[in-house]
């Protein structure tokens, strides 16, 4: 008897995603340190878990890779083997691995073999590997009993242990490296001359070896040297091969895993078995946030709930006032019934919109890792403080925020926090600190991400920006527009756009994708002192603020999040360019008029320019100012999605129905400005009378 | 351009439509009054010819139709600004025909501002800029662009 | 490839076992050479024999190489054996740490 079992996929990838998310989040811990029995026996279910469903479901790669890793994690969770760091390493790889894999199945592709080899294999090789030693040779035998000395205090425990002077050095070698004459194994040489040295090597980069460039090293290594010689020295073994490898020397500081003392007892710190009062431990390997019980709820039965809501808040709207032009008192006692009604609606709507809002926790869980990831990758020393993660933001400017955050964030370790010794150098901690913050703030959400890094080099973003033409010669910006410049699209002072920060995604992009949300992006930064990006976002995306602007017979509606002034306009202060763009000159900048009733082909009160009002709107970085008639209040507008009525039509977001049952049109104002760049020439002549 | 070192540089300007225009004054040779424009066949629209200027056949610009402003009328009082700009390593003589010439002024490059973005809206790869003048706002045309591009 | 050899050894017993044979310099400059030789043995049918004895000349590059061999021993389930190791061999294979990936577990395959 088959029975279907594709209709439990779903559930088993969703579930299998957040389990590794939990496995990763227990490594961290584990490799911060945080040594504690609970924790290895959570990662241990998730990979039984996974392997047990990828089994039953059939997908025999996973299944074989996870066998392996519940090998190698039986063998730690019973004390057979010790935790290292090299241990938490692979570890945190088999994460990665595994939701490739995982992903890869989901989309019906067969998983790329290599992907899992190489790891597969090293697991296999410390499987199989006698306990206790595994990968990191030590320069003598570690402390007796079943439980091994961990690796930075073994060797000679005692006198080492309470000094812990030397160094901690990572070297990856470039591809070309070897080729030029520099040797790994020279240098290890000469390492190990000046003390006592632990190595483990990395060796998940080697391909087979019919593709192997034999010229080509793909090993890496870390190591500690316990020496007492300083770091130039150390520094000089490696002066031929500067620039063509990635290298990394920090000083080592006394573990605070393993107690200082030799004593057997102190062993445990990494190895099993230190019972703790189980919190909560059943839930960890499911990854929810641990309260009572959850159900998921697809998304389009919200988006549904909220747009019933959404008509009723319009209904209401429409009761209220019509039952304003009534008389009597039965019209009062109704329009007071009404007042309730309204303030009722409002509850009910916040409810159903805060459904779809999600603590933006899911995005921060990822800086961990990516942090601890380039930090090592770049030999930066970094620290990350997070607060806030409990703000919540409607799900879809959730999905849509991550992307432009990661990208800060790399940023920041990329090209805002410098180099230890650098660091140093200035008189700073050489721990960087990257820190995000998320709160709650007039009717906003604020995300901020901030570094104490170099800050921006304005003179050297003003140069680039001459170069490219971006700036006159002469022309002087304040300190904000010169730090925003950066947003500019294809600007990168970096000279080499680093993989690190992703090539072609440029500070435009993460711009542009705010703005795409609702939401406003603003640069701080003081030179050698660090840099802060703000983000601003809406709470939701269903409701907006916004301005109601009469242009003739139509209303328009404008994010008031876009409103940068409205003004009144001079004749003095109108240019014509050429004829065919007008341009008003606020202060000291110029800012084309659009004017909308033309844009929109309709018909407005007034076409002489200072008859009308002036609304200067921004979008991406650009600024228009819309020619209206009149202004009128402003509101909370629930967006009803156009696109079910009309074609999409650019530079409308929407519209929605005003109380009186008029349709006010929801400007989208970056759609307005590609609107009005991408009018054909016009002639002048028809303007000239004014 | 070439910026003097204290931060200005003289232009000259002239109205064309209720617009006041700017040319570096180093690259205008002289003004003029009308005089006979001889048409050449399949030119732009906006060349009204070309006129005898001491023996040699200059083109001449008519800036209104260069510019898709209504046309002006050419009489006694029309204006012809000779602007000799240097390209590829010889020099090119056009006359600007606008509605009157205004006056030189020293530019303070400090308001000096790039166009900002106008899309097809207008032609702006002759212009350099706006800047400030006595109070008014100049639009400052790239001389060498205005001579170069317009006749071919 | 290994699987290819192994059908046709069935009527070839007389095939010599693949035995790989590291010279006196086992370095970048005799990589290429090296890396072939390792191809063509392994082209050989099973159990792999590697001899180290004669190493006295040896850098990252060609433990690299030996690294690769028995890597992709173990991924495809192949045995080896080591004849021998030069001290000059043993102590680079201890300073780069390699030593754990090159003791052939023997029939290493995924349980």
């Known amino acids: ?690 | 351009m070439n910026q003097p070192a204290d931060g200005s540089q003289q232009f000259l300007t002239f109205k064309l439509a209720d617009e006041e225009y700017g040319v570096g004054i180093l690259m205008v040779q002289e003004i003029r009054g009308w005089s006979a424009v001889t048409a050449i066949p399949h030119a732009p629209p906006w060349i009204l010819g070309v006129m005898d200027l001491r023996g040699v056949a200059v083109p001449v610009i008519d800036l209104r139709r260069r510019f898709d402003l209504a046309p002006g009328s050419f009489g006694p009082s029309t204006v012809v600004i000779v602007i000799r700009v240097p390209n590829d390593g010889q020099e090119r003589t056009v006359g600007l025909v606008v509605d009157a010439v205004s006056e030189v002024y020293d530019i303070d490059f400090a308001t000096f501002r790039r166009l900002p973005e106008l899309g097809s809206a207008a032609s702006t790869d002759i212009v350099h800029g706006l800047a400030q003048a006595d109070g008014k706002t100049l639009i400052l045309l790239d001389a060498a662009r205005l001579a170069v591009g317009s006749l071919h | 490839m290994a699987e290819g050899t192994e059908t046709s050894a069935e009527n070839a017993p007389s095939q010599p076992r693949g035995r790989v044979v590291l010279g006196g310099s086992c370095t970048i400059h005799e990589g290429a050479a090296i890396k072939a030789h390792m191809i063509e043995q392994l082209a050989r049918p099973g159990p792999y024999e590697i001899d180290g004895s004669a190493v006295s000349r040896v850098d990252a590059a060609g433990v690299q190489l030996i690294v690769a061999f028995a890597l992709d021993c173990l991924e495809r389930g192949l045995e080896y054996v080591w004849i021998g190791r030069s001290p000059t061999l043993e102590q680079a294979i201890e300073l780069l740490s390699v030593g754990a990936l090159l003791d052939s577990p023997g029939a290493g395959m995924a349980p």
């Open chain 1, 1 to 690: 008897m088959t029975l279907d079992l594709t209709q439990f996929h779903q559930t088993f990838f969703e579930e299998s995603f957040e389990a590794l998310g939990s496995m990763e989040a227990a490594l961290l811990k584990l490799s911060a340190g945080e040594a504690d029995a609970e924790l290895i026996n959570t990662i241990f279910r998730v990979a039984h878990s996974i392997k047990g469903g990828s089994a039953t479901f059939g997908f025999a790669d996973v299944a074989a890779f996870t066998h392996t890793l519940e090998t190698l994690l039986d063998q730690l969770r019973s004390g057979q083997r010790a935790v290292q760091s090299g241990t938490v390493d692979v570890l945190l790889r088999s994460v990665d691995v595994l939701r490739e894999m995982l992903a890869a199945t989901q989309r019906k592709q067969p998983a790329d073999p290599a992907l899992a080899a190489g790891l597969h294999a090293e697991l296999q090789v410390i499987v199989k590997s006698p306990a206790n030693t595994a990968a990191p040779t030590t320069a003598s035998a570690p402390a007796s009993s079943p439980a091994p000395a961990p690796v930075p205090a073994s060797a000679t425990p005692e006198p080492d242990a309470t000094r812990a002077r030397g160094w901690r050095i990572r070297l990856a070698p470039g591809p070309q490296m070897m080729e030029h004459g520099n040797d790994p194994l020279r240098m290890m040489r000469e390492l190990a001359g000046l003390g006592t040295l632990v190595t483990r090597v990395d060796a998940g980069k080697v391909p087979t070896l019919a593709e192997l460039d034999p010229e080509v090293c793909v090993l890496s290594w870390e190591m500690e040297l316990r020496t007492e010689a300083d770091q130039a020295t150390i520094e000089q073994i490696f002066d031929w091969a500067i620039g063509e490898c990635t290298l990394s020397i920090e000083p080592l500081s006394p573990v605070p895993v393993t107690a200082p003392a030799p004593s057997a007892a102190a062993a445990p710190a990494m190895a099993a078995t230190k019972p703790k009062p189980a919190a909560g431990a059943p839930d960890a390997a499911r990854g929810t946030s641990g309260e009572g019980g959850s159900i998921r709820v697809s998304i389009e039965k919200i988006d549904e709930l909220l747009n019933s809501v959404g008509e009723l808040v319009i209904t209401q709207s429409v009761c209220s006032q019509l039952a304003a032009s009534l008389e009597g008192r039965p019209a009062n006692d109704l329009r007071n019934a009404l007042v309730q009604f309204e303030r009722h609606m409002r509850e009910l709507q916040e409810n159903v919109m805060r459904v779809r809002m999600l603590p933006i926790a899911s995005i921060f869980n990822r800086f961990p890792r990516m942090i601890r990831d380039l930090g090592q990758r770049l030999g930066k020393k970094l620290e990350l403080k997070m607060s806030g993660d409990q703000t919540e933001l409607d799900k879809t400017v959730l999905e849509k925020i991550g992307d432009p955050l990661v990208h800060l964030v790399r940023n920041s370790v990329d090209h805002g926090i410098e180099m230890p010794d650098k660091r140093r150098a200035a008189g700073k901690d050489e721990q960087g600190t990257i820190s995000l913050h998320a709160y709650h703030k007039g009717g906003n959400v604020i995300v901020e991400v901030s570094d104490d890094g170099a800050g921006l080099n304005r003179d050297r973003i003003l140069a680039k920006a001459r170069e490219r033409g971006l700036v006159g010669p002469d022309e002087e910006l304040s300190e904000d527009k010169i730090n925003n410049l950066i947003f500019a699209p294809g600007f990168s002072t970096a000279e080499v756009v680093s993989d690190v920060s992703g090539r072609g995604v440029g500070m435009d992009v993460v711009r542009r994708n705010i703005n795409e949300i609702g939401g406003h992006v603003q640069l701080y930064s003081t030179p050698g002192k660090g840099s802060t990006v703000r983000i601003r976002l809406p709470l939701t995306l269903a409701i907006l603020d916004g301005q109601l602007a009469r242009v003739g017979k139509e209303i328009y509606i404008v994010p008031i999040v876009s409103i940068v002034e409205t003004i009144q306009i001079k004749r003095d202060q109108i240019s014509s360019l050429a004829g065919k763009a007008e341009l008003f000159r606020l202060r000291d900048e110029y800012i084309p008029i659009v004017r909308l009733y033309e844009l929109f082909g309709s018909h407005a009160d007034n076409t002489d320019l200072v008859n009308g009002l002036l609304m200067i709107v921004e979008a991406d970085g650009k600024r228009v100012g819309l020619f209206v008639d009149e202004l009128m209040s402003q509101q909370q507008v629930v967006i009803k999605s156009l696109e079910t009525n009309f074609r999409a039509v650019t530079a409308l977001a929407g519209a929605t129905m005003l109380g009186d049952g008029h349709v006010a049109l929801i400007l989208d104002i970056p759609g307005v400005i590609v609107r009005y760049l991408d009018q054909p020439a016009r002639t002048g002549s028809s303007r000239e009378a004014a």
